[in-house]
Nanobody, 125 residues
Framework: VQLQASGGGLVQPGGSLKLSCAAS????????IGWFRQAPGKERETISC????????FAQYSLADRFTVSRDNAANTVYLQMHRLKPDDTAIYFC???????????????????WGQGTLVTVSS
């Protein structure tokens, strides 16, 4: 499985941005894809994940009102739509893959989690 994240960039406070994570080499219904972020000097943070098996999701409560995850099964792609962005949202955003039941455990990552490269999101005026 390979993961390709894209869509990062510079956005003004209050703006929106949509990130994409394209997964290749994926067996249908065999994985969940999640979004995470890491700001400078901070720990990696879970945003949300979605199961390709049953469509179940988990979302970090503090971000759920502004960040939404969705999928395109045919394209094996998971999106992260972000609204009302704040400077504190500035971070490298990563997508990752894990078991199809990942949402049930709050997208907790471990040794078997497969990480893609990150995409930088900068929120600044």
């Amino acid at each position: 499985v390979q993961l390709q994240a894209s869509g990062g960039g510079l956005v003004q406070p209050g703006g929106s941005l949509k990130l994409s994570c394209a997964a290749s080499g994926v067996t249908p219904n065999s994985v969940s894809i999640g979004w995470f972020r890491q700001a400078p000097g901070k720990e990696r943070e879970t945003i949300s994940c979605l199961s390709f098996s049953d469509g179940s999701t988990f979302a970090q409560y503090s971000l759920a009102d502004r960040f939404t995850v969705s999928r395109d099964n045919a394209a094996n792609t998971v999106y992260l739509q972000m609204h009302r962005l704040k400077p504190d949202d500035t971070a490298i955003y990563f997508c990752a893959a894990d078991r199809p039941t990942w949402p049930r455990i709050g997208c907790r990552w471990g040794a078997d989690t497969l990480w893609g490269q990150g995409t930088l999101v900068t929120v600044s005026s």
